[in-house]
């Protein structure tokens, strides 16, 4: 079956310091939403990105779709205290279906 | 709008008893889905659907019941929980033209 693996598991960084998880897909993935749990809480949608190579930010992070649409990247520059958490990808393999296949997470943890 | 919620917030059932896990929202969303997630991994997709009267399996559908009856609601029957059925469980919605999945703050459930 498909699987959508991420990259690394775990991260610990010093605040300040930059950070990126990579998620890396199976099969082609027609959308890809990125997703931060914090510790005991739930998924909270962060972005959707569409098109192949496709490159959005909000503030800090910056998250692109590879060209084959079958990895992707999110990037936090200058990290801070409340960046801590879990951050999945997820996609469904086919258009127009809602069978959305999350990949393993990279738990983050800031050093102040 | 309260969104998407869950009940109960925890519970503990023995091997061989049968629960339903309770997911309502009030944003008159069509598409609701169920997840599991264990501990150190990502969410796995059980069952969801498209509008009342519709569901389909997800990744992981083995010992679980669902049923839409309403557009509100969209209960989980374990039928006759085993220890394997011990995890977080989170219900979703989906915020229609968007694909953006809007998720209820989870029931975690431990099977003796």
């Known amino acids: 079956g498909q699987q959508v693996m991420q990259i690394p598991q775990y991260q610990h960084v010093q605040e300040g310091e930059d950070f990126t998880t990579y998620c890396n897909s199976s099969?082609?993935?027609?959308?890809i939403q990125w997703y931060k749990q914090r510790p005991g809480g739930h998924p909270v949608f962060l972005i959707q990105l569409v098109k192949s190579g496709e490159v959005k930010k909000q503030k800090r992070l910056t998250f692109q779709f590879g060209e084959a649409k079958k990895n992707s990247s999110l990037h936090i520059t200058a990290t801070q205290t409340t960046d801590v958490g879990t951050y999945f990808c997820?996609?469904?393999?086919?258009?127009?279906?809602?069978?959305?296949?999350f990949g393993t997470g990279t738990r983050l943890k800031v050093l102040a | 709008n309260a969104g998407v919620t869950q009940t109960p917030k925890f519970q503990v059932l023995k091997t061989g008893q049968s629960m339903t896990l309770q997911c309502a929202q009030d944003m008159n969303h069509e598409y609701m889905s169920w997840y599991r997630q264990d501990p150190g991994m990502g969410l796995r997709l059980i069952h969801y659907s498209v509008g009342a009267g519709i569901t389909d399996q997800g990744e992981v559908p083995n010992g679980y019941n669902v049923s839409r009856s309403t557009t509100e609601d969209f209960p989980l029957r374990l039928l006759s929980a085993a220890p394997s059925q011990t995890s977080v469980y989170f219900c979703?919605?989906?915020?229609?033209?968007?694909?953006?999945?809007?998720f209820g703050p989870g029931t975690r459930l431990t099977v003796l």
């Open positions: 099969t082609t993935l027609s959308n």
């Open positions: 997820a996609g469904p393999p086919t258009s127009g279906t809602y069978k959305y296949i």
């Open positions: 979703a919605s989906i915020i229609p033209g968007t694909d953006t999945q809007y």
